[in-house]
């Protein structure tokens, strides 16, 4: 093979060439106009359901009830409140309207993992003098655990890295090519939060004094290893590829009858719903905030202990991106619904296999897949292109829950546009 081949192929897989990408936005209009009202149906309806009430992610439709409270996590918001305060006294006053929102605004779901086919609200970092975007990191440095903001970074580079890979789209495959933006008012009692949003990172974090919500957060790679160039030897998803296969493996044969939906994971061997060339297996994307997903797979209430620690263990591989006392209080609520928990897979179990898991309780949705080619034209998933995904559901997604029992016990004027 030359020397060309190597430079941009990963794999075995090369470069996909003309998509209509630039400055992180999908640009329909370059399309033919026939073909403009198809290509859109490829998008989810992020800015519609937006629009929607939110209920949140429910197995029938209906919320159960009472599964969050306000309470103290023991973790302390000042860091992150003054992080907050610093980036926004440091805007100019035109930044600051673009970038600051509402605490219940409708734009905590506009987000994609993709590229926004609209206008995007917020600041994108990419736009930022080196000091403004060091202070909007600071934010989230201050609001993770030391795990989840390496995570955050290492999925920010290694979006560079694809770019520098395979040569192409370079002002959209960057470091810094993600829109930011504030939510109410940096405190250390009042509610309010950040979002960060872009290709394989979709942060959502709501504080209310020392408690926090990290939830939707989708985090991605394609591929999960830079492998060369400025980024060679940052990877992601080890432990979490690790701790599904460990857990898949402790399986039984009449339990793995249950737990595995499919044991393939190649396009032609699933429905169609399950082979989407956008979500892959995922269903708690982009616009599926209010989306009905019954729970399937195996019940955690026969697992042995040892499972069950695996099952935990797991958890905790998405657990650990929050601060050691919301970290904590996450996943005692995990354990407190263990029994309703369902663990579901679809693909197989080797060391090399490409693969999808989902765990599934009233507190919890995880999903972990491995997606076909993007910007690599491997048609098929592989391992080395990565979806993740942690839900609240029943309403807890972005602390609507909190933010809505926070209203009703000290401003309950406030409380109408939530309901």
């Known amino acids: 093979m030359d020397d060309e081949y190597e430079k941009t192929h990963y794999r075995g897989f090369g470069p996909v060439l003309g998509l209509p990408i630039q400055d992180a936005r999908v640009d329909l209009s370059a399309f033919p106009p026939e073909l403009q009202a198809v290509v859109r149906e490829f998008f989810p309806p992020v800015l519609e359901r937006a629009k929607e009430p939110l209920v949140g992610i429910t197995t029938d439709g209906h919320v159960v009830p009472d599964l969050f409270a306000l309470q103290d996590t023991d973790w302390n918001p000042e860091p992150a409140s003054k992080a907050a305060t610093a980036f926004l006294d440091c805007l100019t006053p035109a930044q ?173 061997d699933l429905p169609a719903e399950l082979a989407d060339p956008v979500n892959g297996r995922h269903l708690g994307g982009a616009a599926q905030d209010n989306r009905v997903i019954p729970y399937a797979g195996l019940p955690a209430g026969g697992l042995s202990p040892r499972q069950r620690e695996l099952l935990l263990h797991l958890v905790k591989t998405y657990a650990q991106r929050l601060p050691d006392g919301p970290a904590a209080v996450f996943m005692e609520s995990i354990e407190q619904h263990l ?30 897949d491995c997606h076909q080619g993007v910007f690599l034209d491997n048609d098929q998933p592989e391992p080395f292109h990565v979806h993740t995904i942690v839900r609240t559901p029943n309403g807890g997604d972005y602390g609507r829950d909190l933010l809505r029992q926070h209203l009703a016990h000290h401003h309950p004027q406030q409380r109408i546009g939530l309901l």
Not at 132 to 140: D, K, T, V
Not at 193 to 207: K, M, N
Request: aromatic fraction near 10%.
């Open 96 to 268: 600051r309207e673009e970038v600051l929102f509402a605490v219940d605004a409708d734009e905590w779901r506009i987000w994609i993992n993709a590229f926004p086919n609209w206008d995007p609200h917020g600041l994108r970092l990419e736009d930022l003098e080196p000091a403004q975007r060091e202070r909007a990191l600071a934010i989230l440095q201050a609001s993770l655990s030391a795990t989840g903001f390496s995570d955050a970074r290492t999925a920010m580079k290694l979006n560079a890295a694809l770019g520098e890979l395979i040569d192409r789209y370079r002002d959209t495959l960057t470091e810094y090519s993600y829109s930011f933006a504030v939510f109410g008012t940096p405190s250390t009692t009042e509610p309010w939060g950040w979002q960060l949003w872009g290709h394989h990172l979709d942060v959502h974090c709501f504080i209310i004094g020392r408690q926090m919500v990290l939830t939707p957060t989708f985090i991605g790679a394609e591929p999960t290893e830079a492998d060369r160039g400025t980024h060679k030897g940052l990877r992601l998803f080890d432990e979490q590829r690790t701790a599904g296969l460990d857990l898949r493996r402790s399986l039984h044969p009449d339990q793995a009858r249950q737990a595995v939906l499919h044991p393939s994971i190649r396009a032609q």
């Open 339 to 368: 029994d309703d928990t369902h663990i579901a897979w679809i693909g197989g179990s080797g060391d090399g296999d490409a693969f999808y898991y989902r765990v599934h309780s009233p507190v919890v949705l995880i999903e972990y």
